[in-house]
């Protein structure tokens, strides 16, 4: 009998965890488990994760793939062994983008990074002897490298020993996290020195600029900014300067066409001023950096569960775009620029936050509420944060093969 070759692609499948992180879900990959070709960074690469979340989707749904029409799962994650001395697990994370081909490769995600020790060590990426070594004191210490912005980041991951003796991630707990519905371990994060000691934390040599916003449909021309990159570089302004109060939630902002396009005008133009473009076409490219995000005194509010925030429980509210959306939490990496300007006395988020020297602030987001804390200081004339903390948790969802046709890549 003759063979006849198919007319159609078969399926290959592809070992993954799905995970969320924080606020976030991603899907996460064993560097060598994907296909050759896509181990290294190409079109290869990039259209076989672009298939995986269910992207370019007009429809916004994502309905064939993982994602699910939201930025915050709209998210992959590439893990293996590091070879840089001092790190157990580099880190790379692509934003896929939902409407567009696109994966942004620039940033890290803050809040994924909340899953990377523990995913880590479930796929065995982490020296077995730290791991069993970590269950006296029931804390891992992962260091990260993360590769996206070749920085470092300690993740305090709680484990256990089951009935046979073996080490295990604890991923329940008691620790509530506003934005996830059901409590969880809890994962504490430290991002070290999250700006480069040759560089400014304020690219401007600013802590707050007059920002031109000419052409963006505001009222006036000119608003005061603080553009930061720790983190994330991320543009903030004074609520009030933009015609909000810093409480709105999701629907009060992403229904809004032109509103969104103002915002987005308004991101470009902070890019240039930062220096990230050369021009405002150039943000449609990069669509995760920078962020814009507003920030008023404290006030009470209803979250976006209906919780009530108490104005005397938070020392500022703060509300912050993510590919073009407001965000129904905060951003973990926009949360690393949230507490290094907060401990910086003189920029918008500090003054905010009610000015003078601050180590730690608790800000409300659109679903409650969240603690960072922060140390920053002037090295030879230039603001350097060193440290900046937060406690996130993180869960497996499945472990499982994720199927791709073969002619997607």
Known sequence: MTQTKPIFAPQISVPATYM???????????????PERCQVAGK??????????????PYGKQIDGLGNGSSSTSKTVILSQSDKADHDVNYLFGQVNIAKPMIDWAGNCGNLTAAVGA???????????????????GICEVHIWQENIGKTIIAHVPVYLD???????????????????????????????????????????????????????????SVKATFISAGIPTIFM???????????????????????????NIRAKGGVAMG??????EAQTSQHIPKIAWVASAQSYSASSGKAVDANDIDLVVRAMSMGQLHHAM???AAVAIAAAATTQGTLVNQAAGAGELTEVRFGHPSGTLLVGGKTEQVDGRWQAKKVSM????????????????DAF
Request: aromatic share 8%; glycine share 10%.
């Open 391 to 406: 406690s996130r948790s993180a869960r497996r969802i499945m472990v499982g093969e994720v199927f791709v046709p073969a």
């Open 20 to 34: 969320r992180g924080g606020t976030s879900k991603g899907t996460f990959f064993n560097l060598f488990d994907l």
């Open 331 to 333: 951003m973990g990496t």
């Open 238 to 264: 004074k609520a009030e300067d933009l015609g909000f109060t810093g409480t709105e939630l999701q629907g009060d902002i992403n229904s809004d066409s032109e509103l969104l396009a103002k915002l987005e």
């Open 44 to 57: 290869s690469r990039d259209n076989f994760l672009l298939r995986v979340i269910g992207s370019p989707d």
């Open 163 to 221: 009935e046979q003796g073996k080490v295990q991630v604890q991923e329940t707990g008691d620790f509530e996290l506003d934005g996830v519905t059901f409590p969880a371990a809890e994962v504490k994060i430290e991002f070290i020195d999250p700006v480069d000691s040759s560089s400014d934390m304020f690219p401007t040599n600013n802590l707050v600029d007059d920002f031109d916003v000419s052409g963006c449909g505001l009222n006036t021309d």
């Open 276 to 281: 990230l473009f050369k021009d405002v076409s």
């Open 119 to 137: 995913c880590a060590i479930n796929m065995g990426l982490i020296d077995a002897d730290k791991v069993a070594n970590s269950a006296e004191s």
